[in-house]
């Protein structure tokens, strides 16, 4: 095995943890702490508000697009950083209806994830114009791309079921009809390999506290195809998206890159963490990665089936459909997922029924994977799960 | 004396500086960073995603927001943080155009934060149904005010003069007109006293950066009054703002509270270290805020008058139409700015031609006053500000 991951050496999971949720939240990296320390006391306490200059902060978003770009097959100067998914993802909404005026819809599936879905019902409220959103199921997306529809507008990895899109046979269709696409890379930054610029997308959004381990909240990516990147109008046009924002100018005129994506004062704080986390990146193979991740998710399924047979797989069998989660369902899903955590192998749930395990390979190795199918096979068979105290819903799940 | 302000204790300004730039961004308070460490080893590091619970993560914005409620006279439960002040501004816009549907203009001011009436720009083009931008003089405003107007949208304290709006009474006779308002708060949370509640006014937006010390990029707020709020349809309709976000229903239902101003996942590390800078409110008066600064403007005003003659006073003269910060004109402003850095005495320069400084009473008091005064002189006095290095235009102003 030529394989160099996993490199546990870069995190301080806790003795005891299987964590198969960094596709919900991935795990600090060891040190990150000093980061944080480092712009508090250093650059904020002591350059105070010329750290803005000093320590680089304006330019913050700029340098860590740059460092998100190659791990999703793009070029450097084509991301833009800030803000969260659903407003990254309104940005990009309002610009393709802006870019197919004449059609009305916006196709999506129904393993959208609702985030997505609900910043298209409010885009098409606030523009008033007969928009429809369209969530037909994933394996009808294809089928569906005509010359009316303005926008295919996907989650590339499902958050439920982690069902994989082919991203380059529906872009390339959508194109062929006319219409323009968004992907949403949340479940697939960090997790599988991309090549956006070769699907010739014209925007991608995703997040960056999943996968690539930026922290809770890290800021949102935004993906412009480059040729198209000055003639869109952005609709939420901030100050820092301005040409020559200390200008102070009265009129809005966006800046002549990707830039015009900013909006307002970046989080320096958490882009600092991030700009750390992302720092690894350097160094990892996203083929390495994708071979663990397709290795480790097998024998996943394997031992989980092996030994609980109540469990049904919802996920893709074939690793070529499947992003790098593995996701079973049950009627007790919730429970069995409170009784698993107790037991120190972390999943998550998802409504309504979804037992859902990320698999991050940096972290993980075989041992992990046998350890957490053993801990589910001593929680179904003991039925801990049925316990008073894993009934109880929590704020998030 | 019985004010018992400044509180320097609370701070670790550098040595030798004298800090009039906490309009911009506040320092640091002391140990915040200690709070950074907590939340990414202790609450990241050892909970994982389970922190979003344990730690109260997701209920940070609604905490928050109700430490902001009594800085800014509002009532707990009325005001919803996360995001920038540009995101803030814009979902307020949105909401305010579709409560006066029948009514097409915006009247804001010369004097409004450019990415205010960027905002409004961006938003009067995605809607395009023909509203006007209205831009007079902070003066004419008032004589504006009339059936035609949808919304007066207004930043409360100018950010290059200072002058103050009469809050009260714009909102009083835009009322009278059947039109809403919105007002930015960002030059006066944590500056002047305020009474939002009691204005009646729709909404009020701001960051907290400045005078609230919550760090560089720390999140935005937004007050919404609360007769309204359910009646109000969320143009930024995010996850977070539904009603049970985890639900993960395909269709947007609003929070039935200002929750739903909030979109996506917060940025946690930043509201954490938001949530510790204000703690320091509890134990401040704000009428003690109010007496100090304007005891230590006349103060900074009466010594730069007498001894910088050549620069002109643009900031009200009066305290009761002046916020926080006092500001003058120069043609060589840029470059004075430069110099009286360089000797530890820190203000900003803002186009075309003024020296800004911020006046916190939080961390300074008469002899800083002196001293900076005394340092203007001597830069005015000596013309070091002509050197060649202090004519370089940098990134961030």
């Not at 304006?58 to 770009?69: E, F, L």
């Not at 820092?240 to 004062?265: C, K, N, V, W």
């Amino acid at each position: 095995m030529n394989n160099p991951l996993p490199k546990k050496e870069l995190f301080d999971i806790p003795s005891g943890i299987v964590y198969l949720d960094g596709n919900s939240l991935g795990p600090p990296l060891r040190q990150i702490s000093r980061q944080a320390v480092e712009v508090i006391n250093d650059e904020w306490g002591k350059d105070l508000i010329q750290a803005w200059n000093s320590a680089n902060w304006m330019s913050m978003p700029r340098i860590v697009g740059d460092q998100i770009a190659p791990i999703i097959g793009a070029q450097p100067g084509s991301v833009a950083m800030g803000d969260t998914l659903s407003i990254k993802a309104y940005q990009a909404l309002a610009a393709t209806l802006e870019l197919r005026p004449d059609r009305r819809v916006i196709l999506s599936d129904s393993g959208n994830f609702p985030t997505d879905l609900y910043i298209a019902q409010g885009l098409i409220d606030t523009l008033d114009r007969g928009h429809k959103l369209l969530t037909p199921s994933p394996e009808d997306v294809m089928d569906m791309i005509n010359d009316d529809v303005a926008v295919v507008y996907l989650t590339h990895v499902d958050y439920r079921t982690g069902r994989l899109h082919d991203m380059g046979a529906i872009t390339e269709r959508a194109h062929r009809h006319g219409a323009v696409t968004i992907w949403d890379l949340a479940h697939s930054a960090g997790a599988v390999q991309l090549a956006v610029e070769e699907t010739r997308t014209e925007f991608a959004v995703g997040c960056t506290y999943k996968y690539l381990n930026g922290g809770p909240g890290a800021p949102a990516f935004i993906y412009i195809r480059q040729d198209i990147v000055n003639s869109i109008r952005p609709a939420l046009s901030g100050w820092l998206g301005h040409r020559d924002p200390f200008a102070m100018a009265p009129q809005y005129d966006p800046a002549r890159s990707t830039e015009r994506f900013r909006i307002g004062t970046p989080p320096v704080v958490q882009f600092k963490l991030l700009h750390f986390a992302l720092k690894i990146w350097d160094q990892i193979s996203m083929s390495d990665i994708r071979e663990a991740s397709t290795r480790l998710c097998e024998q996943f399924i394997q031992e989980v089936e092996g030994r609980c047979p109540s469990l049904e797989l919802v996920s893709p069998r074939n690793a070529l459909n499947r992003g790098s989660q593995v996701s079973f369902e049950s009627n007790d899903a919730y429970s069995i997922i409170q009784a698993l955590t107790d037991q120190g192998v972390i999943g998550d749930f998802r409504e309504p029924n979804i037992l859902r395990f990320g698999i991050a390979p940096l972290y993980l190795d075989e041992n992990d994977i046998v350890r957490a199918a053993q801990t589910m096979e001593s929680v179904m068979n003991s039925e801990c799960w049925r316990e008073d105290r894993y009934q109880v819903k929590k704020q998030v799940t």
